[in-house]
């Protein structure tokens, strides 16, 4: 059974049988809420109903835990990490369907020994320019895969309120001695894009 995280909650990344897990995918997903209409004839003619949002899920792949350099950023502009550790599957640009909207995988034993840390986040792209936030969002989680057995390992749903947050630190995956770990972070940011959580994690 796959573990419910809360949020800051810590756990070792283990296959079920206790084994070390190598080889992982990280999943994340959300779906745009219904949107409530303010009254008046244009609302009523046009309903409440769900604006498209384009949440974009990216990686940061740290040294020493900062992140130092812009080819360790993983997201829809850069697929493939140069390790070929940690590949993500590509733009989901509704967050319509089930399950997953967007997925990246990582091979723990091809990262380079320097690096020590992945910080996954989500934001919302051009949410300025198009007035949307976190609030505008529902159901969001992160949720971590054995890729061998497609075991749901561990889930964190993103439940607090993020209204007016423009970026999500989801979760971050980290070496602590010789073991794996997954920390359920869950923080909203103001953050406009990735050039500012850069800056925060630098």
């Not at 206790?18 to 080889?23: V, Y």
């Not at 989901?92 to 995988?105: M, W």
């Not at 630190?169 to 500012?196: H, P, Q």
Request: hydrophobic letters at 35%; one cysteine or more; charged letters at 30%.
């Amino acid at each position: 059974m796959a573990v419910n995280l809360q949020k800051g909650q810590k756990v070792s990344l283990k296959k079920s049988n206790g084994k070390k897990l190598t080889r992982l995918m990280v999943g994340l997903g959300w779906d745009a809420a219904e949107q409530k209409s303010g009254g008046g004839f244009f609302s009523n003619l046009f309903g409440s109903g769900k604006k498209n949002i384009d949440c974009d899920a990216s990686v940061f792949i740290c040294q020493g835990g900062k992140f130092v350099d812009k080819e360790d950023l993983v997201y829809f502009g850069n697929l493939e990490h140069k390790s070929k550790a940690v590949k993500h599957m590509g733009d989901n640009l509704t967050g319509e369907g089930e399950g997953d909207d967007e997925q990246i995988f990582i091979d723990l034993d091809k990262l380079p020994s320097q690096y020590d840390k992945l910080i996954f986040v989500v934001n919302i792209y051009k949410a300025v320019e198009r007035k949307q936030h976190f609030g505008m969002i529902k159901n969001a989680f992160i949720r971590i895969i054995d890729d061998e057995t497609r075991e749901e390992l561990c889930r964190f749903n993103l439940s607090d309120d993020y209204s007016n947050m423009l970026s999500m630190i989801a979760g971050e995956v980290y070496r602590y001695k010789d073991e794996w770990k997954f920390n359920a972070v869950g923080s909203g940011t103001t953050d406009t894009g990735l050039s500012t959580l850069a800056q925060r994690f630098a």
